[in-house]
DNA sequence: GGGATTCATTTTAAGGTTCAAATTTATAGG
DNA sequence: CCTATAAATTTGAACCTTAAAATGAATCCC
């Protein structure tokens, strides 16, 4: 079950050596990210569930209009949570229909429609912001300022590189 | 807010001063994770369905069997896969039924199911898993040996972290 | 103005996902 | 044995998710 690394004397220190197709440490790398994002994601699931009431990608989808109190469209929305079209507009369905969400056309462009959070949707995602917030500190407690601030930028770094991959593949 | 049975009684200096809010840095680290996993996930499901037809669960079953010749239960797929127990039994169903997977009672138990994949299977699986060890290797192509080495350093001591406070909260 | 194009959104079909309840089998105690 | 408990899996309901096609509106360009 605990994968103990205990570097085996076959590469220790030949990395010149590399063989071609060999990209063995960035497929562990990319299965440990994956893993700590599943591990979590998972535990902040349960506890909306069982402490609010509330799947996740409804309150993602709130934590969104949180920071944008003039509103947003769907279209905002759904590329800020990184899901598809109609899934956002699935959630929102559900979410104007429990009274957490308020919805209308936009003034300038009526194909599109500005969703933000009702007085209650509002009240209601900053108790569930609160806990949330404890629990990824929590989540996270044992990791040093330092560890965080090395994270910050190697995961930035991560980031960057990826998207430029996924750029050159997907030339839009 | 939250009972724990058998928490002992606070005492005067706990930390009940500490300033909410200030775990802005936990947050934003958490986001940056998420969206690093987000995106990196998104692209392989996108390739893996343009290139092969196949959906991005159904190769991470079937990644989870080659690393397991003889075949593994149910329940052990689920909690590798950190899914739910019903969820693989769907999965398996659908690969059971395009004939990439072979499942069989368990010789020693009769509640138990021995799932593997069949020679079609592992053959359809190898080629996939040539391409998206490619696709790794060019999603982290900007970062150095180095930067790997330290994110996995400090990405297991995020998941040690984040199991700790897990298993803290929930001792089932 | 009018046709082509692009854009925001919805719709539809298929599948993935969870949770909780139900089912079937194993195991332990008396 | 027999009953209670635990374990492995399945089932059902509700929801989430995507991709692709369709709809309706804005924009571009002559």
Redesign the interface.
């Known amino acids: 079950m605990q994968e103990t690394t205990g570097t085996p004397p076959l590469d220790a220190e030949t990395?010149v050596t590399e063989r071609p197709?060999d990209?063995e440490?960035?497929?562990?790398?990319?299965l440990?990210?994956?893993?700590?994002?599943?591990?979590?994601?998972?535990?902040i699931r349960r506890r909306l569930r069982h402490e609010f009431e509330v799947t996740l990608p409804r309150f993602d989808l709130m934590a969104q209009l949180d920071k944008s109190p003039g509103g947003m469209t769907l279209g905002e929305l759904s590329q800020r949570m990184?899901v598809s079209n109609g899934n956002v507009t699935g959630l929102t369905e559900r979410l104007v229909a429990l009274g957490l969400l308020d919805r209308r056309q936009s003034p300038s462009d009526r194909r599109a429609q500005l969703v933000s959070l009702t007085p209650e949707g509002r009240r209601a995602f900053r108790a569930m912001a609160?806990a949330h917030?404890?629990w990824?500190?929590?989540?996270?407690?044992?990791?040093t300022?330092a560890?965080?601030?090395?994270?910050?930028r190697?995961?930035?770094?991560?980031?960057?590189?990826?998207?430029?991959?996924?750029a050159a593949?997907t030339p839009r």
Chains 1, 2 share one sequence.
């Open positions: 990395k197709g990209h440490s960035e497929l562990r790398f990319w440990r990210l994956l893993t700590c994002a599943t591990l979590i994601e998972g535990e990184m609160r917030e404890g990824i500190a929590e989540f996270f407690a044992d990791l300022p560890d965080i601030e090395a994270l910050m190697l995961l930035a770094k991560t980031k960057a590189s990826a998207r430029r991959a996924i593949e």
